[in-house]
């Protein structure tokens, strides 16, 4: 959600603090401003709506070499420009904020009483106001002392106009980085906001301070002591970032998936084999005890950690369990034996995912793996053991190959557990044989792209839609389901097939298309008896077959062939249509495809 970038260099850093901006628009937002200090002071600029509009308003004569910029996603406070950062007090001080401060109220009702006048909705202003309180000469002492006051997430970046030559930034719950210049120094809620001005990087750490200069940086733990943090150059670049040839950030990164699992299983499998301590030199100990698996996640990765349930079950006999965070973290979990505690997460900030981890105190957990898609996030760091789905850049909010990697690093997880617990040889050689393959499949699928776009014009004035699936094929049609609803704006469900007699029928009719996703098992007898369910109530039939599913087709009916003859990847298969299909529809009803309202990629408050 919430974007961040603040810059302090030798030049204007007006251009970059915007260009940091459009780069962070992918995490979804609703109003975007910046903060310049100089030679008039303070200086701000805010608009609702996309950050062009806000750069407009910026003359073309503004200079400054100190600067913070925001996007925000509104969680307090209607999106306005009233209500957007950066935030002021008294002209002196401007602060921008991701997260949530749980005990403004209070703050606020003290600043009040100390005559501090309030012109937002926003828990961000508390902020603002509470720093000035502090300030005297020492703005670095003045922000340490505002944030032991302060209750929730944050990651803060701070100007002063009385401070010209430092920037001080500092986190806690919420993710920040450093970028590292010549005579220039920057910070950002992501590193691809900083791309196109350096590939060096500091992660700062839970309860970090730094304080930047133009020529220098340093940074400050919680008790504010010095430290030092190790410097990682970055292997993305500018270009990573952008669309290509493609018309959305989606539809590219459907089109990378092939790649995307190549570098998954790179260096991971042979043509036989997973390789062992893939997981970590600590792997072999934990999944030596294993006995229950509890998988925690949110929206997308929910359903990747669902597929896996039934991997698991069925090819190793481990229990396991799967679990939305915000709901696990609130409850009095009873916690088997010797479980693996698993995360999954594409940004490795999610905040009720990390809450998790960090909640977990049970004796009888074994340890925890994070399966993650960036090295240098909370949750990688702060598990046990850790699978990188190397799936690279994902801009679109509506998760493609970050989904299917993460699906192909659970495959890894239960080969690795699977292989300490005695799973069958050739079971195991068959699954290294279809991961093997599965790029080349990929890429076969993605042929069908222009038979779904004529398709899609079925669903152009849709209201709703009915996704089905059986086994570990109903997370599947829950992500189609997901999918759909995300970007198209078109209310979708999803059912286990078998559950359609038990309520859902009652929705069916000729105006609701009915989306089947149709596997060649040992379930399709069944499958069959439940499409004829739908066809009885007058509903149309959109099916996804893969080879060898004969279809009864009626004229109504739509059937799209799969090249698709695996058995444990096949999850993985039927993703990509289904992406497709979610893609096409969206675009031909005109909705924002990579930036869906009220949504944000990365959910980084509670």
Request: negative net charge; charged residues 25%.
């Amino acid at each position: 959600m919430c974007g961040i970038v603040g810059a302090m260099a030798q030049r204007d850093v007006s251009s970059i603090l915007v260009e940091g901006l459009r780069r962070l628009e992918y995490r979804g937002y609703d109003s975007a401003g910046i903060a310049l200090i100089n030679e008039n002071g303070l200086e701000r600029f805010r608009s609702l709506g996309k950050v062009q509009q806000m750069a407009d308003k910026i003359p073309e004569q503004q200079k400054g070499r100190v600067g913070i910029a925001h996007t925000r996603w509104a969680t307090h406070g209607a999106p306005s420009e009233t209500n957007a950062h950066p935030h002021f007090s008294k002209n002196r001080v401007a602060v921008v904020h991701n997260g949530i401060i749980e005990n403004y109220k209070t703050l606020k009702t003290e600043l009040k009483s100390q005559g501090y006048e309030f012109t937002s909705e926003t828990d961000t202003e508390v902020i603002a106001h509470l720093v000035e309180s502090f300030y005297t000469d020492d703005l670095h002492d003045a922000v340490r002392k505002a944030a032991e006051k302060l209750e929730g997430a944050y990651a803060l970046a701070i100007i002063a106009v009385d401070s010209p030559d430092e920037l001080i930034a500092c986190r806690k719950g919420s993710p920040l980085v450093l970028g590292l210049g010549f005579e220039e120094n920057f910070v950002a809620s992501d590193v691809s906001a900083l791309l196109p001005v350096t590939t060096r990087f500091l992660y700062l750490e839970e309860g970090d301070f730094a304080v930047l200069k133009g020529k220098g940086y340093q940074v400050f733990d919680l008790q504010g002591e010095t430290k030092e943090l190790p410097v990682n150059v970055s292997e993305l670049t500018s270009d990573s970032v952008n669309k290509g040839n493609f018309r959305h950030f989606m539809l590219k990164e459907i089109y990378e998936q092939a790649s995307a699992i190549t570098d998954c299983l790179e260096g991971r499998i042979t043509k036989t084999d997973v390789l062992d301590a893939i997981f970590g030199h600590e792997s072999e100990a934990i999944f030596d005890r294993v006995e229950n698996i509890q998988i925690i996640a949110c929206g997308t990765s929910y359903h990747a950690g669902f597929v896996a349930k039934y991997w698991l079950e069925d090819l190793i006999g481990i229990p396991c369990q799967v679990e939305v965070a915000s709901e696990f973290r609130y409850r009095k979990v009873v916690v088997p034996k010797n479980t693996l505690f698993v995360t999954l997460s594409q940004s490795g900030e999610t905040a009720d995912t990390l809450a998790a981890l960090r909640d977990i105190s049970s004796e009888n957990y074994c340890g925890s793996l994070s399966i993650c898609n960036v090295p240098e996030s909370s949750l990688v760091r702060e598990s046990d053991l850790v699978l990188m789905t190397r799936a690279g850049p994902e801009i679109g909010v509506a998760s493609t190959k970050a989904f299917t990697t993460q699906l192909v690093a659970m495959l890894l997880m239960v080969i690795t557990i699977g292989k300490k617990k005695g799973m069958d040889e050739l079971i195991l050689q068959n699954i290294v044989n279809e991961l093997n393959e599965l790029p080349g499949k990929i890429d076969q699928l993605l042929k069908l792209n222009e038979q779904i776009e004529i398709i899609a014009e079925d669903f152009i004035d849709k209201n709703d839609a009915l996704f089905l699936g059986r086994g570990e094929h109903y997370p599947i049609a829950m992500e189609g389901a997901l999918k759909l609803k995300e970007i198209s704006y078109i209310h979708a469900e999803a059912y286990p097939a078998g559950e359609l007699k038990h309520g859902p029928l009652a929705l069916v009719d000729a105006d609701m298309p009915i989306i089947v996703v149709a596997p060649n098992d040992d379930l399709l007898e069944k499958l069959h008896s439940n499409m004829q369910e739908v066809k009885a109530r007058g509903g149309r039939l959109y099916v996804f077959a893969h080879d060898g599913v004969n279809m009864i087709k009626d004229s109504d009916d739509v059937v799209i062939g799969m090249p698709c003859s695996s058995k444990w990847t096949t999850p993985i298969l039927s993703t990509i249509p289904l992406q497709l299909l979610s893609y096409h529809v969206a675009v031909q009803r005109g909705t924002d495809v990579d930036q869906p309202r009220n949504l944000a990629k990365s959910v980084t408050v509670e």
